[in-house]
């Protein structure tokens, strides 16, 4: 009798060792598993140029994080939004594809719900998911407000654990929407989202869990909102260029705290920051803000396409520039290689591809063109050779320019009638990508082969009816108090406002 007690106790023993071993092991290896995945910040300036950062040489403007960054990762020197505005760019970011694929042909569009996207794919294998700051995918138009809990569309139906999000563009002092709960903060927004976005990384961290982080700007859009001391250097000039250049002192100086406090966390090693702007530089500031390229935000020319941007990541990436040409849409496919994503995380139809072997060495030769098509204009660029189609879808006449960037990057030279060769070349690259283009937009890349509703159409959020009972509490903040004003007195059936 005593030696059965005795066995069956030995057998517990025994089972309950094997348990506790077996559980410790799983948790190992998912650790282990969990630490080898890097984590991502991606940070996206809003409406910055190409031309105004200190490393491109500007005038007067310092950013020394900025340079500091660049000066110790991998500096684009070509480096392409996928559009010359908002919206259409961060969407590209998001799923790997040129904008009109995803239902986004302009600012305030809303991205499609069948979309696959980068952040769905790294939560599907152990990532927590954050976005803080502008949004802009959900649809609404107009200065950015917080995000209800019941819009549809919010960051979270796209793969966000955490958001502290607004609809659009932000400034000082903003409200800010925690995954649907509206919460008012006091400072720089740029400085605020960055502190936010912060606390989430190390709170990831301190849990063995790798993050995928989203730090989309307000800065440098317009309306310009500068603390007085981040203006005071630029008294010389006018009062937008001042606070403008005030913006970009503030947002700079978060990203020295960005890059300083994960260095601080150690996890400087094992996280990767990739930098760049939503669409090219604004007119009518002094200095200019596309560093001599031609054309600005809006347009198609290089000035409202061509952006900074800098990958770090100290134990991969060894500092220097290259001249690759590389644009938004690499940003999905080249992160998706890193941590091993399966093919099925990104649609078919991609139009973006992996820059993860230009980390190593120099590539000379971009394999795949780079399309644009958006605002009723197309383009596409091949390496050294850009070629462009203005009026596709507007009343005025269709035209067509040629230019290689690399003997004319300021885009003076037409060569569409002088280089009959290549201008037939870079025609029938346009027209392959028109025709795969429009059986996007029929939605012939998703699994029912057409597009679903539940997608809004661009609006003002002053007219949907959820933030109706906000208009008589936020109509005397500074950021909507001229803004509501204006629409008062405009027709419903004009939008403008990006």
């Known amino acids: 009798m005593r030696q059965a007690i005795s066995e069956n106790i030995y057998a517990g023993v025994a089972l309950l060792a094997f348990f506790v071993t077996s559980q410790c092991t799983a948790f190992s290896q998912e650790t282990t598993s969990n630490l080898s995945k890097p984590n991502i910040v991606l940070v996206m300036a809003d409406d910055q140029g190409w031309g105004q950062t200190g490393y491109n040489g500007h005038p007067i403007l310092k950013t020394p994080y900025l340079d500091e960054m660049a000066a110790n990762g991998l500096r684009f020197e070509r480096f392409y939004a996928a559009a010359p505005v908002c919206s259409p760019t961060r969407a590209s970011v998001l799923t790997g594809r ?54 549809n569309h919010n960051p979270g139906a796209f793969g966000f654990h955490t958001w502290l999000s607004v609809t659009n563009f932000f400034d000082r002092n903003p409200i800010l929407s925690r995954n ?30 790798p993050s995928f982080t989203v730090i989309w700007f307000g800065t440098p859009h317009s309306p310009f909102m500068a603390a007085a001391d981040d203006a005071r250097p630029f008294a010389h000039l006018d009062r937008n260029s001042q606070d403008q250049h005030g913006e970009l002192v503030a947002m700079d100086r978060s990203i020295g705290t960005l890059r300083k406090s994960i260095k601080e966390m150690g996890l400087a090693d094992q996280t990767i920051i ?28 290089e000035g409202g396409l061509r952006v900074p941007a800098v990958i770090e990541w100290p134990s991969h990436i060894s500092p220097r520039v290259t001249s690759y040409p590389a644009v938004s849409m690499d940003i999905f496919p080249t992160l ?43 383009a596409v660029i091949d390496n050294d050779w850009k070629l462009i189609h203005l009026g596709k879808n507007a009343k005025r006449k269709s035209q067509f320019e040629l230019y290689n960037l690399k003997q004319d990057p300021r885009e003076k030279l037409n060569l569409f009638d002088a280089n009959e060769v ?35 159409e661009p609006r003002f959020w002053n007219t949907v009816d959820t933030y109706k009972p906000f208009l008589q509490q936020w109509k005397n903040r500074p950021e909507y108090s001229t803004w509501l004003k204006n629409r008062q007195k405009t027709k419903p059936k004009k939008n403008k406002q990006p």
């Open 336 to 378: 998706a290689e890193i941590v091993g994503l399966p093919s099925s995380s990104m649609l078919n139809t991609q139009d973006g591809l992996s820059l993860r072997n230009l980390f190593d060495k120099e590539i000379t030769k971009r394999e795949k063109p780079i399309p644009f098509d958006c605002l009723g204009n197309q």
């Open 274 to 301: 990739w930098f760049t702007s939503d669409n090219g530089g604004l007119p009518k500031i002094t200095p200019e803000t596309v560093g001599g390229l031609r054309g600005f935000k809006g347009s198609l020319y």
């Open 180 to 209: 649907g709960n509206f919460e008012e903060f006091k400072g720089d927004s740029s400085e605020i989202i960055v502190d936010q976005a912060l606390k989430f990384i190390g709170q990831q961290a301190s849990l063995k869990r």
């Open 422 to 456: 290549e201008a037939k070349r870079m025609l029938g690259l346009l027209a392959d990508f028109d025709l795969s283009i429009q059986q996007s937009i029929d939605g012939k890349d998703y699994l029912e082969g057409y597009v679903t509703d539940g997608n809004p």
């Open 98 to 151: 040129t904008n009109r694929r995803t239902g986004v042909d302009s600012h305030g569009y809303a991205l499609r719900l069948q979309e696959k996207t980068l952040a769905t794919a790294l939560a599907n294998i152990g990532y927590r998911t954050g976005h803080f700051g502008k949004w802009h995918l959900n649809g609404l138009r107009g200065p950015g407000v917080p995000i209800l809990a019941n819009d």
